[in-house]
């Protein structure tokens, strides 16, 4: 399937059972384990440096449908917004949840926790998908960075089921909307390594969370306003050098978490997130609370997902390649 045009291969059948009690123990095995599988689906010449996956998996929460581990090109991520809306009209799709209209919930175990999708049911077909997000919140405001290229920079860390660090493009003279995506990637990456480096993280619940996931470039267009139609643009570099092709459905959750914290958006003021490929994601604050010692909201992020085929991957034993292999 794809969301907002990042792609993301269900993985159905065929990877071995884990045995792990809970989904982090999970992660840990598929990593310790079967690393090469998730080779052989997201790299060449199967898959490419941008694709992303999706494993399901036994759930070990008493209110989920079903668990999931996401895959990409350089392991295992904790949260991805585009796979749960993704994964929301699959699992009504399939039957894995039994579709009621006009809305069905499916509960997604994700690593970083319990994510509920609400997915849209029109004559028994499944649409949009939204979901309630796990706790957000911001970590950091305006800290600052030393990077090699533009010297001090100043970020803000926000998670929202993984942690990002943000900052507007124009202050390092970029633009989201023209400037070439190789510029922003080059960036992207950079300030990541940099920020990754120089500011510890700490996650008030798992430690296996606390690690920073990669940096967004925004348009600086924080502030909510009444009546606003235009979309705030940004985009999301992670594992390196991967570039988001949706808004980022946990980036936006952070996102949305700073703007709260600077008091940018209050709940109930819906705002529209824009990609690369020039769609949107809806995102709203939908409940505030707390967790450890940060305060955090709950955030519910929509967007449409597309069926854009299906596959058997095979790997024959004297294939040298069989491993995989990416290109830059």
Excluded at 164 to 183: K, W
Excluded at 300 to 328: K, N, Q, V
Aim: glycine share 10%; with cysteine; proline share 5%.
């Amino acid at each position: 399937m794809h969301t907002a045009g990042e792609p993301v291969r269900i993985i159905a059948d065929g990877w071995p059972r884990l045995h792990g009690t809970t989904l982090l123990e999970k992660r840990r095995e598929a990593k310790a384990n079967h690393d090469h599988l998730r080779r052989l689906l997201m790299a060449e010449p199967r898959g490419h440096a941008d694709m992303y996956g999706a494993l399901l998996v036994e759930p070990d929460h008493p209110e989920a449908h079903l668990a999931v581990l996401f895959l990409h090109n350089e392991g295992y991520s904790t949260m991805c917004g585009h796979a749960v809306i993704a994964l929301g009209r699959y699992a009504v799709d399939q039957g894995l949840v039994p579709a009621v209209e006009p809305e069905t919930v499916v509960n997604i175990q994700c690593p970083c926790g319990l994510v509920r999708a609400i997915v849209e049911v029109t004559g028994g077909k499944a649409g949009a998908v939204r979901f309630d997000s796990v706790p957000a919140f911001a970590f950091a405001l305006d800290k600052m960075v030393e990077t090699r290229d533009w010297g001090p920079v100043t970020v803000d860390i926000g998670y929202g089921g993984a942690f990002y660090a943000f900052l507007p493009a124009d202050s390092i003279g970029l633009d989201v909307e023209t400037s070439p995506i190789r510029d922003l990637t080059d960036a992207g990456e950079k300030i990541a390594l940099a920020a990754a480096e120089q500011i510890k993280l700490e996650h008030p619940e798992e430690p296996d969370l606390a690690f920073l996931y990669g940096a967004i470039l925004t348009d600086g267009r924080d502030d909510w306003q009444a009546g606003e139609a235009g979309a705030t643009r940004n985009v999301c570099i992670f594992a390196g050098r991967q570039v988001d092709r949706s808004p980022t459905g946990s980036g936006v959750t952070a996102r949305i978490a700073l703007q709260h914290a600077r008091g940018l958006i209050a709940p109930g003021q819906c705002r529209l997130f824009r990609s690369v490929t020039g769609q949107d994601f809806t995102g709203e604050v939908v409940e505030t609370t707390r967790i450890g010692r940060h305060r955090a909201v709950v955030a519910r992020i929509g967007g449409h997902a597309y069926y854009s085929g299906t596959a058997r991957f095979t790997a024959e034993p004297d294939d040298p390649l069989r491993g995989g292999f990416l290109l830059r």
